[in-house]
């Protein structure tokens, strides 16, 4: 392969996803009880094999990699020559939802989790993956994905150092110079949740395939300062194996989702409604909106 024509984007991102400890735990946690010696394995969105590697860890008969990026594509052959998987990984470049495999499988695996859960469209995917390629009975991981938006406080980190008093000044007016657009944020420290968490998402929800839903109602329940609503997502790779990117966890290669808001006092009985707007195909995630208003208790 030309190291030329790699992007090096990908590489840095498959590096922190692969220095992932706990993302890898769980796969190896949920692989080891869905694959034994002899299984056949489809792996989506394959890239640099982490988990095709796992699965033959435990005993997968063959491994289809199935990877649409062509660079990807490219490094993973090279990493399979490499590791003298030729007898038994089969990289299968191009679309997964149009792939015809020469038999069905036992386990399909993939991870296509974003910032916020959805936006990498992974429920559909795996739905129409399933429909061409799984035997009857078989394992699809992870089975459930789940996403949820939050509004909460921060402690003096991220959006929430723009107040007054934070180092002795008056910051809260650069609040009124910053753009109405999501950031992605790692937590150093737990921020306070000012309402019970909502489902933003729910891919085993049938009637919905995993799709946003469009508005929302966020119940205060803890009086604080209203800061930012958070988006986070919370994947159940296997009955009791669960992945999530909230709380932020050190090496925690997904961020959590931010709509920065005005600094507000609120408490008990406030509510904050909110509407959804995903751009155009849903990927950036950054792009993602939120229109949100405050509405004060006894006003709703």
Same mark, same amino acid.
């Given at each position: 392969?030309?190291?030329?024509?790699?992007?090096?984007?990908?590489?840095?991102?498959?590096?922190?996803?692969?220095?992932?400890?706990?993302?890898?735990?769980?796969?190896?946690?949920?692989?080891?009880?869905?694959?034994?010696?002899?299984?056949?394995?489809?792996?989506?969105?394959?890239?640099?094999?982490?988990?095709?590697?796992?699965? /033959?860890?435990?005993? *997968?008969? =063959? $491994?289809?990699?199935?990877?649409?990026?062509?660079?990807?594509?490219? +490094?993973? #052959?090279? &990493?399979?020559?490499?590791?003298?998987?030729?007898?038994?990984?089969?990289?299968?470049?191009?679309?997964?939802?149009?792939?015809?495999?020469?038999?069905?499988?036992?386990?399909?695996?993939?991870?296509?989790?974003?910032?916020?859960?959805?936006?990498?469209?992974?429920?559909?995917? /795996?739905?129409?993956? *399933?429909? =061409? $390629?799984?035997?009857?009975?078989?394992?699809?991981?992870?089975?459930? +994905?789940? #996403?949820? &938006?939050?509004?909460?406080?921060?402690?003096?980190?991220?959006?929430?150092?723009?107040?007054?008093?934070?180092?002795?000044?008056?910051?809260?007016?650069?609040?009124?110079?910053?753009?109405?657009?999501?950031?992605?944020?790692?937590?150093?420290?737990?921020?306070?949740?000012?309402?019970?968490?909502?489902?933003?998402?729910?891919?085993?929800?049938?009637?919905?395939?995993?799709?946003?839903?469009?508005?929302?109602?966020?119940?205060?329940?803890?009086?604080?300062?209203?800061?930012?609503?958070?988006?986070?997502?919370?994947?159940?790779?296997?009955?009791?194996?669960?992945?999530?990117?909230?709380?932020?966890?050190?090496?925690?290669?997904?961020?959590?989702?931010?709509?920065?808001?005005?600094?507000?006092?609120?408490?008990?009985?406030?509510?904050?409604?909110?509407?959804?707007?995903?751009?155009?195909?849903?990927?950036?995630v950054t792009d993602w909106r939120l229109d949100?208003?405050?509405?004060?208790?006894?006003?709703?």
């Amino acid at each position: 392969m030309d190291q030329r024509h790699l992007d090096q984007r990908h590489l840095l991102m498959h590096q922190v996803m692969l220095g992932d400890r706990r993302r890898i735990d769980a796969y190896d946690k949920a692989l080891s009880e869905a694959v034994t010696p002899g299984s056949v394995v489809a792996d989506v969105g394959a890239g640099t094999l982490a988990l095709t590697a796992l699965a /033959l860890r435990y005993g *997968a008969a =063959r $491994v289809y990699a199935l990877e649409a990026d062509p660079q990807l594509a490219a +490094l993973a #052959s090279h &990493l399979i020559e490499a590791n003298g998987w030729s007898d038994r990984v089969i990289l299968v470049p191009g679309d997964a939802r149009l792939a015809v495999l020469p038999e069905k499988v036992d386990v399909l695996v993939a991870e296509l989790m974003g910032n916020l859960g959805p936006e990498e469209d992974m429920a559909r995917i /795996l739905a129409i993956v *399933a429909r =061409r $390629v799984l035997r009857a009975g078989g394992v699809v991981i992870p089975e459930r +994905l789940v #996403s949820y &938006l939050v509004p909460v406080q921060f402690d003096d980190e991220g959006w929430g150092v723009w107040r007054d008093g934070f180092l002795d000044m008056r910051l809260a007016v650069v609040q009124e110079h910053v753009r109405p657009e999501a950031q992605l944020h790692f937590f150093s420290f737990p921020p306070t949740l000012l309402a019970e968490p909502v489902v933003l998402a729910d891919s085993a929800a049938r009637s919905r395939r995993g799709r946003p839903q469009d508005t929302l109602r966020l119940d205060v329940d803890h009086g604080g300062c209203l800061q930012a609503v958070a988006g986070y997502f919370v994947a159940t790779l296997a009955p009791g194996v669960t992945l999530a990117n909230f709380p932020s966890y050190p090496g925690c290669n997904w961020a959590v989702w931010i709509w920065p808001l005005r600094h507000s006092a609120v408490g008990p009985g406030d509510e904050i409604r909110v509407r959804v707007r995903v751009p155009e195909g849903g990927r950036v995630v950054t792009d993602w909106r939120l229109d949100c208003q405050l509405l004060r208790k006894g006003t709703q």
